[in-house]
């Protein structure tokens, strides 16, 4: 059975009337339907005006596995579409699914990486990001963790919640690890490419990792529910190809349509996402440092959420209560399983966010630390 996604829920409850500053998101600057067309000049619109409104293929559109492919820098029969990458890594651990076998995920994480495996009777085993190493990855941590019955091992880079990164080597050194070990090594990589220190490139790149991505992060295109899979092994792919037919058939021939548009013209887009993310941490750092006594954070590298901490240790929940009372969603860390946590994005609100940041300031400013 699935546990209650509490971080949905927090979201749910939150949603009408909208929040002055929902803050408790993980996504980019939206686009609108009319100017991601004009991205692309005049006749997109009557182009898909004209397409048949049919089930697409199962592996997705041509067009748009093509895009990906050529993005990826990989052959478009190892690229299959999904409906988000939340469907990708469902597929991804249902496959892994065998008596006895277990994966070895982060903690925190994107709540899914731990519950669904779990539905699934997996043996689920967490690899920890503390803050006092800057939410490192540790890879003595994972390879103890690793043995004859693990079927996966998953990162997630740059990271949701804490925006930290795992570099290059690191990543190749966790790639040959698990390859050596005959494990999976599966990157979650929904935020590449969006850096703020240092640009790492995409675990594509290496020989036999499974790479899931999407069009909700960097792209900031949540609504076009598209997602994808870059698996070089043919066994895999039929696995999960199959998964799908039976699951979701395919995605809309649609919202592939308009997800083709955004890859090709992911310059403008990604440009967009980073220089709106670029800014705003600037602006979350100041007040979060104005406010040190109250609030500790470690910097993020990439992505678009921080994840900083009540110093007194205390719940955040009631902190994160008292925000929402006052207009500024923000998600409790006890959705991530770190209570005295809170998540904060800094993808959205490009006219607003210096005026959010001005409350959260005013926020931390009348929670005693004593009780925050
Ligand atoms: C790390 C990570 N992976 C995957 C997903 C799923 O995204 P989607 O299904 O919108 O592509 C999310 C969404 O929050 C995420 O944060």
Redesign the pocket.
């Known amino acids: 059975m699935l546990k209650s996604f509490l971080l949905e829920d927090w979201l749910e409850a939150h949603t009408e009337p909208m929040p002055e500053f929902p803050l408790a998101g ?1 996504t980019g600057p939206a686009w609108t339907l009319r100017n991601l067309l004009e991205l692309d000049g005049g006749s997109s619109l009557e182009r898909m005006l004209e397409s048949d409104i049919l089930y697409s293929r199962a592996a997705g559109a041509t067009a748009l596995r093509q895009a990906v492919a050529q993005m990826q820098d990989v052959p478009i029969e190892h690229v299959l579409i999904m409906t ?4 990708a ?1 469902s597929h991804i651990f249902a496959a892994a699914a065998e008596p006895g076998a277990n994966v070895i995920v982060p903690t925190p994480c ?1 709540p ?1 990486y731990n519950v669904v495996p779990e539905a699934l009777g997996l043996d689920v085993r967490a690899y920890r990001l503390r803050r006092e190493d800057s939410y490192a990855v540790d890879l003595d941590e994972i390879r103890r963790l690793t043995d004859s019955r693990t079927k996966l091992i998953l990162v ?1 880079s740059p ?2 919640p804490t925006g930290s990164v795992i570099d290059d080597k690191t990543m190749e050194a966790l790639h040959d690890f698990a390859a050596e070990r005959g494990v999976q090594f599966v990157c ?1 990589e ?2 590449h490419p969006i850096y703020h220190g240092m640009a790492m490139t995409s675990a594509s790149r290496l020989a036999s990792a499974t790479v ?1 991505g ?4 960097a792209f900031a295109l ?1 609504g076009l ?1 598209i ?1 994808w899979i870059v698996e070089s092994d043919q066994r895999r792919r039929d696995l999960y190809l199959t998964a799908r037919e039976y699951c979701t058939v395919s995605n809309s021939p649609i919202t592939e349509f308009l997800g083709e548009i955004a890859v090709r013209h992911r310059r403008v887009i990604l440009d967009r996402t980073r220089d709106v993310a670029k800014t705003h941490v600037k602006l979350l750092e100041q007040v979060l440092e104005e406010h040190a006594g109250v609030v500790g954070w470690v910097r993020p590298g990439g992505g678009m959420t921080a994840l900083p901490w009540l110093i007194s240790g205390a719940n955040s929940r009631k902190f994160c209560e008292y925000a929402a009372a006052r207009g500024l969603l923000l998600a409790p860390g006890d959705c991530f399983g770190v209570p005295d946590h809170f998540r904060v994005s800094f993808g959205v609100g490009r006219d607003w966010y210096a005026v959010a940041m001005q409350r959260l300031g005013a926020l931390l400013s009348t929670w005693p630390a004593s009780s925050a």
Request: proline share 5%; charged share 25%.
């Open positions: 993980s988000g990458a939340a469907e890594l994107f899914p997630n990271h949701n979650d929904v935020y899931v999407d069009l909700s992060k949540s529910r997602g």
